[in-house]
């Protein structure tokens, strides 16, 4: 059953709160889901994913389903501070999985994406410029797991479940993002989401890792993690 009140989570600098399970983000039908940060964006859910009403996830087919919001979004950059974070549970972890993605359009190969890799790990996408991909911090399929990365300047980190693991010297972003995808991303060719997603926010900061562990813990519960 929904509520109308979330978990305490870090809100300094937050551009995106998604949650299904709270009923200001999700009335628990229809095609609204709606961002509660202070920013306000109003996502569309495609192809009508699959709710959980236990823990206000969507399920994906890895085809067809995502949401999004595609235009009016600020640009929200990697060099000044971002830290982007989810739950997922994939079906599968031998295929890509999108997760988040802001770029111009959704037809357009620029911007960012948190994604997770067809190795099994965690992974960062700059769009028409590089893929990064964690060597350590490991995703498992059939299972749901918080994923976050943080990036400041040129330098990305990764988070499974509120431990840090590797981190990686990127490039700059191009393009100027102005759309939101979950579970879908558009890069060379679209890349899908083949599972679950939810409790997706997005700050324009990082956030410290006692931060990202505030943000896993105040919803593990959910999810038996």
Known sequence: MGVGYGPVIPTNGMVLNLDGLNTRSYAGSGTAWLDISSVGYNLTLQAAPTYNATNGSF??????QYAAQTSGVTTYGVAGGLTVLAFVNPTAVN?????????????TNDGWRMVLRGTGFLGFTLGNVADY????????ANVWQHVAITTLSTTLTYFVNGKQYDSATIGAMIGTPATWQ????????????????N?????????SVTEIRQHFNAYRGRYGV
Do not use: C, K
């Not at 295929?95 to 037809?107: G, K, L, R």
């Open 133 to 140: 991909t964690s060597a350590t911090a490991a995703i498992l």
């Open 95 to 107: 295929v890509a999985n999108a997760v988040i993605a802001h770029e111009s359009t959704t037809a």
């Open 182 to 197: 979950v579970g879908r991303d558009q890069g060379g060719i679209p890349e899908w989401m083949s599972g679950s997603i």
């Open 199 to 207: 409790n997706a926010s997005v700050y324009n900061r990082v956030l």
């Open 59 to 64: 399920a994906f087919n890895g085809s067809t």
